[in-house]
């Protein structure tokens, strides 16, 4: 079965520091992997993909992403983080055994950034 | 282009009852998925309905349902309410172009109580 699984449930990081947020994943296949960010009240906002290719997958506000297959992680990464960061963000896997969009998320990690 | 719609954005129910949400995908998405995001069980797939049918289905109890019209609109109706119900529902619209993304709409809030 397909999983994600997001260790930390917060981070926190000073604004300008580089912020690291963790994300293994099990899949049966080659995996198809997804970074979301959602603000308070908000709907999911897309941030970045990895299909195929490149192991370094670069999105959207700065983040990207290292895929390593030896690890089973897909850590989403930004050099220089900003107050506005500071929101929740999900990584998830794509269930492409059942063919489709059946997407299967992580419980999520919470970011606070600190002026 | 539009984005996903979802309404109600709110909605307070009352155990027992039945409760309906609207989900309008981008234009000429045919695809529409539904998620469950509660604080204890996070976001959880519900179902997937392509061209009016339905492609995937979560692990749900049968008062969860849902259907897509020809214009590609979604529903998905929760029958005899229970205090656990209680979420933010998620639509989202999966693209046939770009690979594999979905677009998500903001949410329906919806409380038992």
């Known amino acids: 079965a397909q999983s994600v699984a997001q260790p930390e449930d917060q981070v926190n990081v000073a604004e300008g520091n580089p912020l690291t947020v963790k994300c293994t994943y099990s899949v049966s296949g080659n995996p198809y992997l997804f970074w979301y960010v959602q603000y308070p009240n908000r709907g999911l906002q897309f941030l970045l993909k990895y299909i195929t290719g490149d192991n370094l997958v670069k999105g959207s506000y700065g983040f990207e992403a290292e895929f390593n297959k030896s690890q089973t992680s897909f850590h989403l990464k930004k050099p220089s983080a900003l107050v506005s960061d500071s929101a929740l963000y999900f990584c998830?896997?794509?269930?492409?055994?059942?063919?489709?969009?059946?997407?299967?998320f992580g419980a999520g990690t919470r970011l606070f950034v600190k002026a | 282009k539009a984005g996903v719609t979802q309404t109600p954005r709110y909605l307070i129910k009352t155990r027992g009852q039945q409760v309906t949400l609207s989900c309008s995908p981008i234009?000429?998405?045919?695809?529409v998925s539904w998620y469950q995001q509660t604080p204890g069980q996070g976001l959880q797939f519900l179902f997937e309905y392509f061209s009016e049918t339905q492609r995937n289905k979560g692990n749900f109890p049968g008062r969860f349902s849902g259907r897509q019209f020809s214009n590609s609109r979604s529903e998905m109706n929760v029958s005899t309410l229970e205090l656990g119900d209680s979420a933010l529902y998620l639509c989202a619209s999966n693209s046939g172009t770009e690979v594999y993304e979905q677009y998500f709409g903001p949410g329906t809030r919806l409380t038992v109580t």
């Open positions: 234009s000429g998405h045919r695809s």
């Open positions: 998830a896997v794509r269930d492409i055994t059942t063919g489709g969009f059946k997407t299967i």
